[in-house]
T-cell receptor, first 116, second 112 residues
């Protein structure tokens, strides 16, 4: 049963530390998304990739966040330095874009980040 | 930029009552999708609507896409406790870049 895999599932870190979250998209999917979910902001799109190329990262704070896809099986989201306001659930999702009708995306179980 | 708004934010119903959530986009959408997230879980795809005025049903759930392709609704008939969760609409803009923007979600509580 194909699924999106995210690590770590839970992370507690101190303010100022670097945090790296990893995602393995579903094999064959050509689009990968990073979303952040908080009670106040809902599901925010941080960045997304098509065929490993970044298409849009306008939702991401550039000074501390970075997103990459070093290969087709790995997407990373880094926060350096982390701050308490970064505490949230970070979801990776992948999908296969075909034609003009968009794509269903499949979410990982999320990385629950707490910055103290 | 494109915005997708959902109302209400929260809804408490008695089991057996109906429930509706509404979704509105600031721009015309090429399609709209609905997802459900159970408490502590992750969003799970429910359905996609593509055509203007389209209506689709899944058992007790009825999904509609507006004629102008800028709004959508999800209606649940005779809610059950298993319907508890947050329902999100998500839209692709008319130039399909694959960018999917989510509404804020409607959290449904069902009292047995």
């Amino acid at each position: 049963d194909a699924r999106v895999t995210q690590t770590p599932r839970h992370k507690v870190t101190e303010m100022g530390q670097e945090v790296t979250m990893r995602c393995q998209p579903i094999l064959g999917h050509n689009t990968v998304f990073w979303y952040r979910q908080t009670m106040m902001q809902g599901l925010e799109l941080l960045a997304y990739f098509r065929n490993r190329a970044p298409l849009d990262d306008s939702g991401m704070p550039k000074d501390r966040f970075s997103a990459e896809m070093p290969d087709a099986t790995l997407a990373t989201l880094k926060i350096q330095p982390s701050e308490p306001r970064d505490s949230a659930v970070y979801f990776c999702a992948s999908g296969l874009v075909q034609g003009a009708f968009g794509n269903t995306i499949y979410f990982g179980e999320g990385s629950w980040l707490t910055v103290v | 930029g494109q915005q997708v708004m959902q109302i209400p934010q929260y809804q408490h119903v008695q089991e057996g009552e109906d429930f509706t959530t509404y979704c509105n986009s600031s721009t015309t959408l090429s399609n709209i999708q609905w997802y459900k997230q159970r408490p502590g879980g992750h969003p799970v795809f429910l359905i996609q609507l593509v055509k203007s005025g389209e209506v689709k049903k899944q058992k007790r759930l009825t999904f509609q896409f507006g004629e102008a392709k800028k709004n959508s609704s999800l209606h649940i008939t005779a809610t059950q406790t298993t319907d508890v969760g947050t329902y999100f609409c998500a839209g692709h803009g008319s130039s399909n870049t694959g960018k999917l923007i989510f509404g804020q979600g409607t959290t449904l509580q069902v009292k047995p």
